[in-house]
């Protein structure tokens, strides 16, 4: 007969509620572990799918497609379908330098002013001589105007105009000297000398992040036939459905979503088996008495069970408001509470689903402890009396390592618990520390820390094609512009070398249809680097540079394994000859290397290959490019500079070169600069994550010393009603904190910064992400004093309230 026909149904619920009254303190801790946890889960969760969010929705504010000059009319028509978004109108003037102040004029209409959310007092220019200036170019001037006012300028065409000004913009300048200029139509007229009654209309398509480049194409073209606009007027954004494909969700975001949340609650249900472990331990002969009353082996099973679930209950939705509100402030503008809904009823599922494994086993030890055996059962595994030392230190040390030996199941669940958490905080760290995004820059500056490269200026109302580029850039070229750069830097104080390197612009049809790009100059210094590349080819700089040929990397572009070339085939290059007519000449591929399979096995840094290498995966000796091109190739010059006075020289070379619309001075520091802010986000969620676990290896570390701490009581009375004193309790409890803290230590010091090593490894080879290894002292050192003042403050707490209570009491209590 069971214990609820003998009185009620309610009775197991009615004994856990009692059970649970009873032991608050260690209930505290249970509930904080459950709610950390699903905290945590969540968090990632949110996170993961968040961040894909906002990329998307980045995406979908971003046109699609761009209809050139068409007219006001046929733009209102598309904005009206209902299968658009929004459609709005600009029209660019192109670019021009006043002083060392780069002016970008252009006109949009009021809808692309709200998409690229330009703030503004005022109006938008609408016709006439009308102007918005940005206020940054306005202090710039050292001018004082107001909307309605208006000012004398040159926009950069050479000549001052009275302009009225619309209003004033808050757009900073960019780059420290881009200012953008927005300007009525009729300006953008006056400055290209050409018709400015047409726009150009970006358009949003609804639904676009759904679909294929191809799928999207289709409707574009459709849509435009639809109001007579031709094909060659339709542009797509190929850019859009490349980073939409990338930005979504896939199988393997999910799978790795799922092993973090499964890694984070195996960590968390080892810690809550480990309670009720111990609790059980400490119970089991109230278990006895109510077996011996009637309670059968399953209520006792439900008893404990049920405990687990009122405390998951109670964990859990607060575990659900910490980690959603995490979740929102990582990725706010990827917050959509139909994706924080669902990942929360996981988050519910898993919590109750790990909570009730870690109280399985425990549960069942208090169901199967018949009565007998329960009035005498102490908790521990190790029930073999009998010992091969007869002799044993009783001293306080000796005793605190004696008790982690006389339960090793409970003293191995605390350890794993603690050591999991020290392992993936020195992972997590390791790899945080590791990861240098400013090292990409290096591959730009492998020479020097500053540069001074070619431009090309082309001015208001310019051909902007690759045509005309590569025209300009041959005109620069030829005009020796870059000899007398040389001759001015080597004088400059502080200048120790300089390096130049070589491009040329071309256009090319190596993947069957005809793309811009570029061709380096290879120079005789950086072919032995070359020829260790998986190189194949002439195996000398004087054989390859006696045929005419270029040398390919097939490393960098996946393209290439849909069309791959070989040594010996042929593809169309266009480039410009001296007096700036296209020339059209059949290349030869007279040699392949491969630079990133060289980079992934050599773990060579970026900085260490120089750009006749890096910059295009086209090269061709020095010599041979200006025998084909008949001008100097020279693109830039790369300048070391001593350290002391870095500084002075950039300084110097902007004074000199900066108003020139045909030279661009660079940093090494600003590249640096710009790679490590763009980055700043996900260190700040990783930082995020290692407090996480420090949280949680120190809620873990309280819970066992606490709950160690009740259940001996009477223990601890009985050594000390033998002559044990306060000091050797004390003593005693440090002991076993410290074992625990020291192989904590070590797990994660060792293993973490060794697992921190391989994920290192990992992506520095799968994703080519620049790493330098350096092992994470500051976030482990603050780990272990977390540890080590918890460990002192609990020994000292502990003594405490052991003195708290009677001797007496002590030994008397169950």
């Not at 030279?663 to 600069?673: A, C, G, I, R, T």
């Not at 009477?714 to 409890?733: D, H, N, Y």
């Not at 080879?765 to 540890?787: C, E, H, S, T």
Request: proline share 3%.
């Amino acid at each position: 007969m069971g214990l609820d026909i003998n009185n009620n149904r309610n009775v197991i619920k009615n004994i856990t509620k009692k059970d649970l009254h009873k032991n608050r303190s260690l209930n505290l801790f249970t509930c904080m572990t459950v709610a950390l946890s699903v905290a945590l889960v969540l968090t990632f969760l949110l996170y993961g799918f968040g961040s894909a969010k906002e990329k998307l929705r980045r995406l979908e504010e971003r046109p699609q497609v761009t209809y050139e000059q068409i007219t006001q009319e046929q733009l209102e028509q598309i904005r009206k379908r209902p299968d658009i978004r929004w459609a709005g109108g600009s029209l660019s003037a192109g670019s021009a330098k006043v002083g060392t102040a780069r002016l970008v004029v252009f006109y949009q209409d009021a809808v692309m002013a709200e998409i690229n959310d330009l703030k503004y007092k005022g109006e938008l220019p609408d016709e006439g001589m009308e102007l918005m200036l940005p206020q940054d170019y306005l202090d710039r001037l050292n001018m004082e105007a107001a909307a309605g006012d208006t000012v004398s300028l040159d926009l950069g065409d050479g000549q001052i105009r009275d302009y009225v000004l619309s209003g004033i913009s808050e757009a900073p300048s960019k780059g420290g000297g881009i200012y953008r200029i927005v300007a009525s139509q009729d300006v953008i007229g006056m400055l290209t000398g050409q018709s400015s009654e047409k726009v150009d209309a970006a358009v949003d398509m609804k639904n676009a992040a759904d679909m294929s480049l191809a799928e999207a194409t289709e409707k574009a073209a459709r849509i435009g036939a639809e109001y007579g606009i031709q094909e060659d007027q339709i542009q797509m954004a190929e850019s859009f459905f490349n980073q939409a494909s990338v930005s979504r969700i896939g199988i393997f975001t999910i799978v790795m979503l799922a092993a973090v949340a499964v890694l984070i609650l195996l960590s968390a249900g080892i810690v809550i088996k480990n309670i009720f472990y111990i609790s059980v331990a400490g119970k089991v002969r109230e278990y006895g008495q109510l077996r011996t009353i009637g309670a059968t082996q399953r209520q006792v099973h439900r008893l404990v069970t049920r405990e687990g679930m009122v405390l998951a209950a109670r964990g859990i939705p607060f575990g659900l408001v910490l980690g959603g509100l995490m979740g929102y402030i990582l990725v706010p503008k990827g917050w959509e509470w139909k994706t924080a809904l669902l990942c929360g009823i996981v988050c519910v599922l898993f919590g109750f689903a790990g909570v009730r494994l870690a109280v399985r086993k425990p549960a069942r030890i208090a169901a199967k402890t018949s009565p007998i055996e329960a009035a005498h059962y102490t908790g521990y595994t190790d029930r073999n009396t009998g010992t091969k030392n007869l002799m044993r230190s009783l001293n306080p040390s000796h005793l605190g390592v004696l008790n982690l030996k006389r339960s090793k199941k409970k003293t191995a669940m605390t350890m794993c618990s603690l050591v999991l958490a020290g392992i993936l905080l020195g992972t997590i760290c390791t790899f945080v520390v590791s990861y240098k995004p400013e090292q990409v820059a290096l591959s730009q500056f492998p020479n020097g820390e500053l540069q001074v490269s070619l431009t090309v200026d082309q001015g208001y109302g310019a051909d902007t094609s690759q045509s005309s580029r590569m025209k300009n850039m041959a005109e620069l070229q030829k005009s020796g512009l870059m000899t007398e750069v040389k001759e001015q830097v080597q004088k400059i104080d502080g200048v120790m070398q300089i390096r130049p390197w070589y491009l040329v612009e071309i256009k090319q049809d190596i993947f069957q249809e005809e793309k811009e790009g570029s061709i380096n100059g290879l120079e005789e210094q950086d072919f032995e680097l070359l020829k260790q590349m998986n190189y194949e080819g002439p195996q000398t700089y004087e054989e390859l540079n006696e045929q005419m040929g270029v040398i390919l990397e097939v490393g960098s572009n996946s393209r290439l394994k849909e069309h791959p070339i070989h040594i010996g085939d042929t593809f169309h290059m266009t480039y410009c000859d001296p007096s700036g007519q296209e020339v059209v000449v059949e290349m030869p591929v007279i040699a392949t290397y491969n630079q990133i399979l060289w980079q992934q096995a050599n773990k060579v840094d970026y900085g260490e290959i120089p750009l006749s290498i890096m910059g295009s995966m086209l090269l061709m000796p020095v010599s041979r490019l200006e025998q084909l091109t008949g001008t100097d190739s020279t693109y830039g010059i790369e300048i070391a500079a001593d350290p002391a006075k870095t500084q002075t020289v950039e300084k110097t070379l902007t004074e000199l070169y900066a108003e020139s619309g045909n030279l661009n001075v660079m940093s090494k520091q600003e590249s640096m600069d710009a790679y490590r802010e763009t980055m700043e986000p996900m260190k700040i969620v990783l930082n995020v994550l290692a407090a996480f676990l420090i949280i949680f290896g120190i809620i873990n570390l309280i819970n066992t010393k606490l709950t160690n701490l009740y259940s001996r009581r009477r223990e601890i009375a009985v050594l000390q009603s033998v002559g044990m004193t306060k000091r050797q309790v004390s003593k005693m409890l440090s002991r076993e904190s410290t074992v625990y803290t020291a192989v904590t230590i070590a797990f994660t010091v060792i293993v973490g910064s060794l697992m921190g090593y391989g994920l290192q490894y990992a992506m520095e080879n799968a994703l080519m992400v620049p790493m330098d290894y350096m092992f994470p002292v500051i976030p482990v050192l603050l780990y272990v004093a977390a540890l080590l003042g918890v460990q002192f403050t609990l020994s000292a707490y502990g003594t405490r309230m052991l003195a708290r209570q009677p001797l007496v009491e002590r030994i008397r209590q169950e």
